[in-house]
């Protein structure tokens, strides 16, 4: 029998741990934090299950699917900003094909269960974008709501509006 759960990618970045804190407070959730790197001693404990790896690794994923029924997944984990712009292959591997593996987890999940599965994909400064140099250079000063030009976010969406 598979144990419920949540799932949290990306578990020891920046919103994750703000994630798993706020999760840990609530009775009778059962945390399962996947990431890169050992999770940080302030949020280890509050994790029922953590696993080392890659959203990219297809065997882990069905190893997700096969030991767990998650209701819901937070989908945090992403190549962003610099990283991204230093090896765009990788951060493509991992925004586009990382998210649609875990997509594909939460359908495969929603099948064996017979409902929704709740997928967020949250963001941060990953939403902001210009078109090119020249809107960029011409900018001036930027409020909240400015250059909101996800190019990853549209392909996820269109993405799911086609399944």
């Given at each position: ?77 992403a190549l962003l900003s610099t990283r991204a712009e230093f090896s765009p292959q990788s951060a493509h591997d ?70």
């Open positions: 029998m598979r144990k419920p759960a949540i799932l949290i990618t990306g578990a020891n970045g920046e919103m994750g741990h703000g994630l798993i804190t706020a999760l840990h407070k609530r009775n009778n959730v059962n945390i399962v934090a996947l990431d890169l790197n050992t999770l940080d001693d302030s949020i280890s404990e509050f994790a029922n299950e953590e696993i080392i790896g890659n959203i990219l690794d297809q065997s882990l994923v069905e190893q997700l699917n096969g030991e767990y029924e998650f209701d819901t997944i937070y989908h945090l984990a991992v925004n586009v094909g990382g998210t649609l593996n875990l997509l594909n987890l939460a359908i495969e999940q929603g099948r064996s269960q017979g409902k929704s599965v709740k997928f967020f994909f949250p963001s941060s400064i990953a939403v902001y974008g210009f078109s090119g140099l020249d809107e960029k250079n011409n900018s001036g000063s930027l409020k909240e709501n400015s250059f909101r030009n996800p190019p990853l976010c549209t392909a996820v969406i269109n993405f799911i509006v086609n399944i």
